[in-house]
């Protein structure tokens, strides 16, 4: 069994004390601290950019995993890096606008981790050719733009085809899931292959961030 990560998404912390609600999400466990960029253009939602992502790297010593849901990626993946990103994921669909591969590169050449993923709408097939270009797939499990969203288990299909890849190979990608998750989606998740879980609603809105963390990651026992 591989080593479950549990990323709260500050999406949906409280923004007038972000600073203290990264801390307390890391003191309550947290492995690494997903943020969320939306531009607006490839979602229909903006959320925020480089500054806040130099304000999570200044407040905590977990990796800070960046999912770009912008247009253009390849332009910003320098600010993000210098910013203190650990791992930058793009978007696969053609509307991300930006030559895929070439951006993985560049993310890895600026000594991060590249990371992919995919809208709930695309399928499996698009991502093929970049597994072995990346660190970590990450499958969506809503359709993004907006913290808050139901699940959908039909993705577990797409998790299920990313762990029957990693069995083939000796390099393992992370397996990512996001939108939705809370500790009966994350055991889902786990038993169809994922170990990372990233969740915003589900900690952010709980009393007990600790129990909520352990809830989702108690999830593969
Ligand atoms: C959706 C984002 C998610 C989102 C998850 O567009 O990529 O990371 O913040 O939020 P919840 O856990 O509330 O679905
Ligand atoms: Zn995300």
């Known amino acids: 069994m591989r080593k479950i990560i549990v990323a709260p998404s500050i999406l949906a912390a409280d923004f007038s004390r972000l600073a203290d609600e990264i ?17 607006g253009h490839f ?4 959320s925020f950019g480089p500054a806040i992502v130099d304000l999570v ?9 960046v999912h770009l849901m912008i247009e253009h990626a390849d332009h910003y993946v320098p600010r993000f890096v210098k910013a203190g990103a650990n791992s930058i ?3 696969v669909e053609r509307e991300a606008n930006h030559d895929v591969e070439k951006t993985l590169h560049a993310i ?24 072995d270009k990346i660190e970590l797939l990450l499958i969506m499990t809503v359709h993004p733009g907006f913290g808050g969203q139901s699940f959908r288990p039909e993705m577990m299909k797409k998790v299920k ?14 397996i990512e899931v996001d939108g939705g998750i809370n500790a009966d989606t994350a055991r889902l998740s786990i038993q169809n292959g994922a170990n990372v879980l ?6 952010f809105r709980a009393k007990d961030y600790r ?11």
């Open 23 to 39: 801390r307390r999400v890391e003191q309550a466990g947290a492995d690494w601290i997903h943020c969320d960029i939306m531009d």
């Open 43 to 46: 979602v229909d939602n903006i």
């Open 57 to 65: 790297r200044k407040n905590t010593k977990l990796p800070v995993d």
């Open 89 to 91: 994921t793009v978007h």
């Open 108 to 131: 890895r050449d600026a000594g991060c981790r590249p990371g992919l993923s995919l809208n709930p709408a695309t399928p499996f097939e698009s991502v093929e050719p970049f597994l």
């Open 161 to 174: 085809r990313a762990a029957e890849w990693n069995k083939s190979r000796e390099h393992k990608i992370e």
């Open 198 to 203: 990233v969740a915003g609603t589900s900690i």
């Open 211 to 221: 129990e909520a963390i352990e809830a989702i990651r108690g999830a593969s026992l």
